[in-house]
């Protein structure tokens, strides 16, 4: 004997179900653990080095990992290592600024055209791991131009007046960021003028591989041009918000006086 159901009871199941359906929770698929991570911290010693290091590292907070660099299939044992899945291992020393370069494209064409390039091509000169290490690697500022860090290999001289000069850019482009930020506050439309500023920094941040003096303080001396252009450019927005200011508090001074004046007329009309 089949099992009828009526279009009644198939309703109600309908319904029972669309009741339930809020209530239902799927369990969460557990993260996969990268079995590139796994596998070198068992080994212990120099082989775990890597994942502490690249754990302290702006590829790991940025989320790029192992196989970012290195290739492979993080989530299966057999095929980490496998070529056919892009593994490519460790670079030798000639090879970091094109393995580097893969990612950071014009960082790498701007190293290639420096002296840092020139010297390490005759084997006395840095690669990219020389500054900015190769797990551990650190978030690109300002700072790694370091007396400390560039008098290990030259004089400090040219490193002081390229710093000098990124700073003093840098600090106006912050103080137009800043400014901005408050115009956007005050209902402003400012994305233009973010657009133009997110330009000429990363035009300014492009200049710090060339390691060409004179270039880039003209292109500092440029930048800061351009944020005086905007900086006029803004005033008008300035002269909108003060004018919003005006009306605003004209029209509460008016709301006040009025209140002011009705109560005045009430107790008024009480006394008669």
Partial sequence: MGLVI???ELRGAIFVLLLLLPNL???EEPAKVSV??????E????LAQPVSLWEKSIHAQLGNNCEGCHGGDPNDEALAMNPEKGFVGSPKPEEIPDFCGKCHVGVMENYKKSPHYSAFRRGIGPSCVTCHKSHDVERASFDLIDETLCSQCHSYENGRKMKQA????ELELQKMKSTFHKLDRRGMPVRKFEEKLF????????MTHTLDVMEIEKKTELV?????????ETAALWKKVKKRWA?????GLFLILFILLLIKLHRSLEEE
């Fill in 6 to 8: 009526s279009p009644l």
């Fill in 25 to 27: 929770s799927f369990a």
């Fill in 36 to 41: 590139c991570l796994s596998c070198h911290r």
């Fill in 43 to 46: 080994m212990g010693g120099e």
């Fill in 166 to 169: 990124f700073i003093s850019a």
């Fill in 199 to 206: 330009a000429e920094r990363n035009a300014l941040h492009q």
């Fill in 224 to 232: 800061l041009t351009n944020l005086e252009v905007m900086k006029q």
């Fill in 247 to 251: 009306i605003g508090s004209l029209v």
